[in-house]
């Protein structure tokens, strides 16, 4: 399902940054995972271009949160971070939090607890909507 795909993931919470590697190595994902949105950011900005292909990004995070660090991403000055896609992971889903989440320049939402099937069908979801539009 996720076989191959190289993501990088924020997480502040130290239990569920592990629950969320397990379960995108169990997919087959490689993953890099980092503890804020600022860490995102650097992380990304550090990366040669294509060298992730998806960011999920926990909403509420220290430093930086899930939103600021999209937009940091979507505002950076090289084609990948136009067109990555971002999904955020937040216990908030409420219209409000998915609008912001879409002006931010996200994706897609999962939400807490992370159910594993609807993380990997999300993920499949949006990576065949951003390749229709290319």
């Known amino acids: 399902m996720l076989d191959g795909l190289k993501i990088l993931a924020a997480e502040d919470n130290a239990l569920n940054a592990e629950i969320l590697e397990f379960m995108l190595n169990e997919g087959g ?11 995102e950011v650097l992380a990304f900005e550090k990366s040669k271009s294509g060298a992730f292909d998806l960011i999920l990004t926990d909403v509420m995070m220290p430093v930086l949160n899930g939103y600021e660090a999209s937009e940091k991403i979507r ?14 992971i937040s216990a908030n889903v409420f219209a409000e939090d998915i609008e912001r989440g879409v002006q931010a320049g996200m994706d897609g939402y999962v939400t807490k607890p992370i159910d594993p099937e609807h993380l990997k ?13 290319k």
């Open 75 to 88: 505002a950076m000055e090289r084609p990948d971070a136009k067109t990555i896609p971002i999904i955020g």
């Open 121 to 133: 069908e999300t993920i499949e979801r949006i990576l065949q909507e951003k390749k229709n539009k």
């Open 29 to 39: 994902a490689e993953v890099k995972l980092v503890e804020n949105g600022l860490q």
